[in-house]
């Protein structure tokens, strides 16, 4: 599954590599496992990929992470995400699941 975060200053963020052990994506569209990591963030460079690409960390397989989801989403299945991947983005500083798809 391919599980990227572009939320530079989160403890689990692995060159745009979510590493944690699950996700919540709760109903606000927001990823509710985020934790803000102290220090210098890490330059996105996500934002340029045209331009050059980005390193990525390895993707994870889907049965090693459990996401789970409160939100009226597509991929939503009794709480459980089933997209093939998402990303979660950092707009207005908020750690946005923007692979949502309204239902």
């Not at 991929?75 to 979660?88: P, R, Y």
Request: charged letters at 30%.
């Amino acid at each position: 599954m391919d599980i990227r975060c572009r939320k530079t200053r989160c403890v689990y963020n692995d060159r745009f590599t979510c590493k944690a052990k699950g996700i919540m994506v709760n109903n606000r569209i927001l990823c509710s496992t985020f934790e803000k990591s102290e220090g210098k963030a890490e330059v996105d460079s996500t934002k340029h990929l045209f331009e050059e690409p980005p390193q990525y960390a390895p993707q994870r397989d889907s049965k090693t992470c459990h996401i789970g989801c409160s939100a009226k989403c597509q991929f939503n299945h009794d709480g459980k995400c089933v997209s093939n991947g998402i990303t979660v983005n950092a707009i207005k500083e908020k750690p946005y699941c923007i692979s949502f798809l309204e239902r």
